[in-house]
């Protein structure tokens, strides 16, 4: 059975429909729809209960903490980590199912965008690759129970490149599995940035966090780099 968590802020136009979408395509191995809330302003919390999802509110600010905080009250044997705005395939459970059976312990979607821009697509094609740019939570990411545990889960203390830090660490204990299908992503950050800004600001984080930056240097850089 498979815990599905969602870490969020100010999501209220977008979690339900996820929620729902959720729900329709798990079928039987669903266990549950966590929505971990990082004290919202919005009616994130009123519009993901509506949905059918168990809300709760990390005690902690971050996006590891949200991540931990939301495993923590999960009770399948499979948690599958999916931001708010990211459409898994329909296929999603069934895909993450026949996953596990195979031995493999966690794993990811590649990544498909709905625009005609052809720079966007091309991000599409590399997210087939076994590279680092491609462990971020864009793409989901599923992980056995018993893995996340065994790993210790996040790093609580990272808001920032924290699935980039928690992969690494899990694939050195467990087959790492990638998807042929795309996990749909919105392009909403591309449409208040350029394709080549939005790039730049990725590099630079990667960039930093390999050299050690602290996560107060790289979100504030990436904030002043970007139209939030």
């Not at 302003?41 to 996006?63: F, I, M």
Request: hydrophobic fraction near 40%.
């Amino acid at each position: 059975m498979i815990s599905v968590i969602i870490p969020v802020y100010n999501e209220e136009k977008t979690i339900a429909s996820l929620v729902t979408y959720l729900q329709q395509h798990a079928g039987a191995l669903l266990q549950e729809i966590i929505v971990c809330d990082a004290a919202s302003t919005d009616a994130t919390k009123e519009e993901a209960t509506k949905a059918g999802a168990t809300v709760v509110v990390s005690p902690e600010k971050g996006r590891g903490a949200q991540l931990n905080y939301g495993a923590s009250k999960a009770s399948g044997a499979v948690f599958y980590f999916v931001h708010a705005d990211v459409f898994p395939p329909q296929s999603f459970a069934t895909d993450i199912q026949l996953a596990v059976e195979h031995g493999y312990g966690l794993g990811r979607y590649r990544t498909t965008f709905n625009t005609k821009k052809w720079y966007v697509h091309m991000m599409s094609f590399f997210s087939r690759f076994d590279w680092f740019a491609c462990y971020g939570g864009d793409q989901t990411l599923f992980v056995t129970k018993e893995l996340f545990h065994t790993t210790g889960g996040y790093r609580s203390d990272m808001r920032v490149m924290e699935d980039y830090e928690f992969v690494v660490r899990a694939r050195k204990q467990s087959r790492y599995k990638i998807f042929s299908k795309g996990a749909l992503i919105s392009d909403r950050k591309y449409d208040r940035n350029s394709w080549w800004k939005v790039q730049k600001a990725n590099s630079t984080m990667m960039r930093m966090y390999k050299k050690g930056a602290s996560q107060d240097e790289m979100i504030q850089l990436y904030k002043r780099l970007l139209n939030w």
